[in-house]
């Protein structure tokens, strides 16, 4: 098959499209909102996914807003995550895809709601930095969506009309709205799930599934 996706950078979210982290963090951030709001596995785990893709704070305040426990609880999930985080695996395809992408001439970056300092280390200590043109994480207000896509556009000199967003949740698919295409990775969605939030683009449902869509634009 032709590629028939044209692109000169393709930015990846983090948790669940380019590592297996899902289910971690799901895990540690239901058990949160058991504990800290006594809410019920089933309620919390709706408001989980309901608001998966923001930073695990806006989750909080979304589902919970104005609470007086909210910073404990917050302070309680970035804790558990950054003791177990470096121990979640990418997904097995991930290192070729993005070496392969590479290859093609397109740059590849990350964008996280992950914070800056941690999201970086990951990739430091796998030894794959160097894949990447950037990683760029999360610090409170910058965040995965127009703050990233802005800076990459403004750091890197990438035209929006040049740019793709990957990612695995409906938050990411709306953050990429007025920037740049989108296309989402079934997982904790499925297609459907995109496509009655209007997902006019691409679906896969593995990374390496990008490879025969998406080739280098030229000028
Ligand atoms: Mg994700």
Redesign the pocket.
Same mark, same amino acid.
């Given at each position: 098959m032709t590629p028939e996706i044209h692109c000169k950078a393709i930015v990846f #979210?983090f #948790? !669940?499209?380019l590592a297996d982290s899902m289910p971690f963090l799901e895990e540690i951030g239901v058990a949160t909102m058991m504990k800290h709001y006594g809410v019920s596995r089933e309620d919390a785990t709706q408001r989980y996914r309901s608001t998966t !893709?923001l930073p695990y704070e806006h989750q909080i305040k979304s589902n919970f807003p104005g609470d007086p426990r909210n910073e404990e609880a917050i302070e309680e999930f970035e804790q558990l995550k950054i003791e177990r985080i470096f121990d979640q695996e990418l997904f097995s395809d991930t290192v070729a895809v993005v070496e392969q992408l590479n290859d093609k001439g397109i740059e590849v970056f990350v964008s996280s709601s992950t914070f800056q300092p941690t999201i970086e280390e990951y990739f430091r200590r796998r030894r794959i930095i160097g894949m990447f043109k950037a990683i760029v994480g999360y610090r409170p207000g910058f965040e995965k969506g127009a703050d990233h896509f802005n800076h990459i556009h403004r750091e890197f000199d990438i035209p929006f009309t040049d740019m793709i967003f990957v !990612? #695995?949740?409906l938050k #990411?698919q709306k953050r990429a709205e007025g920037f740049c295409r989108f296309i989402a990775l079934t997982g904790m969605f499925t297609e459907s799930d995109f496509r009655r939030q209007n997902h006019q683009g691409a679906v896969i449902d593995s990374l390496s599934a990008l490879l025969s869509l998406v080739s280098l634009a030229h000028d």
């Open positions: #979210d #948790d !669940g499209t !893709g !990612g #695995d949740s #990411d």
